[in-house]
């Protein structure tokens, strides 16, 4: 048989509940119930997550793998800016036609809820908002803490727009369209003004 890493199983485990908290809500699945859609018996589900949140904090952590590996191909491409705008249109149809999208919903709907779960979700967009920022950076030409000072509130709108397309029931090829066309006219913007650095900013 292959060997299994416990960081690959773990990843297993999370994709195989992920329709249970979508169907039952976070505080509506229990852990007998991830357990059932892992097929694994309780005891041996809790060898890998102590609790709800433990699994919640699991999930940040291996979305954030992939959002490294993502950024990280967009800086070595020959075109940071093409790159970035054709991840944006796959990663929101991905988390749409997945249960991603309305996974990340009911997270967001606990992290209202549970002070521990709001401060998982922060930490995931702090580091997304982080990799923007770099993007930017790369994509004008300017120095990254520039970048940071100038444009936070650009790059949180980014994330807005990407959470909201991607999490929008009956999502529509048009709709997609929109988003990545926002998304591109908010990057003709943040190389404008960073040309300029004494101009004032502008967030649309």
């Given at each position: ?15 195989s ?31 890998y ?29 020959a ?118 650095p ?7």
């Open positions: 048989d292959t060997y299994t890493t416990p960081d690959t199983r773990s990843r297993e485990i999370l994709m509940i992920k329709s249970v908290f979508e169907q039952k809500g976070f505080d509506g699945a229990s852990m007998q119930d991830l357990a059932r859609a892992a097929e694994m018996s309780v005891g041996n589900f809790y060898r997550f102590a609790s709800k949140d433990a699994i919640i904090a699991a999930m940040v952590e291996h979305d954030l793998q992939d959002v490294a590996q993502m950024f990280g191909e967009i800086r070595s491409s075109d940071p800016r093409a790159a970035f705008l054709a991840s944006m249109r796959r990663e929101i149809l991905q988390h749409n036609q997945s249960c991603d999208g309305s996974l990340w919903t009911e997270i967001e709907a606990a992290a209202n809820r549970r002070p521990e779960i709001g401060q998982i979700t922060r930490r995931m967009e702090s580091d997304v908002q982080r990799y923007l920022i770099e993007t930017f950076s790369i994509i004008a030409g300017r120095p990254a803490p520039e970048m940071e000072a100038r444009f936070a509130e650009h790059a949180r709108l980014m994330i807005v727009i990407f959470k909201g397309t991607a999490t929008q029931p009956g999502l529509t090829p048009a709709l997609v369209d929109l988003a990545v066309s926002t998304i591109d006219l908010l990057l003709d913007r943040i190389v404008a003004e960073a040309a300029h004494d101009h004032p900013i502008h967030i649309v």
